[in-house]
């Protein structure tokens, strides 16, 4: 069975920092894509930063130049450096690994439980 287990989140005041990890247990062979979503109050869940087997990174515009993705694929885990954080940074951030191969299985989309981070001004 494979799980996505977060850690990290948790509460910061505007301008601060927090680094979210992201480890996928289980008989992993291989991962393709592994980024960070996140939902805020209200809103629709929007892609924060996805990284792909080989390293190439994508941001939103919202976060480019603040946060910065990476991943260890040795570990199967992914991390998440938020910098200058800001209120609108608020959100339950969702980790998500995209093309799983474990074992005889392959799961093409999954998800993370959830961690709230929380940015006040």
């Known amino acids: 069975q494979v799980q996505l287990v977060e850690s990290g989140g948790g509460l910061v005041q505007a301008g601060g920092s927090l680094r979210l990890s992201c480890a996928a247990s289980?008989?992993?062979?291989?991962?393709?894509?592994m980024g960070w979503y996140r939902q805020a109050p209200e809103k629709q869940r929007e892609a924060v930063a996805i990284?792909?087997?080989?390293?190439?990174?994508n941001y939103a515009d919202s976060v480019k130049g603040r946060f910065a993705i990476s991943r260890d694929n040795a570990k199967n885990t992914v991390y998440l450096q938020m910098n200058s954080l800001k209120p609108e940074d608020t959100a339950v951030y969702y980790c998500h690994a995209e093309g799983i191969y474990s074992g005889s299985y392959y799961y093409p989309d999954y998800w993370g439980q959830g961690t709230q981070v929380t940015v006040s001004s």
């Open positions: 289980g008989s992993i062979f291989s991962i393709n894509a």
């Open positions: 990284i792909s087997s080989g390293g190439s990174t």
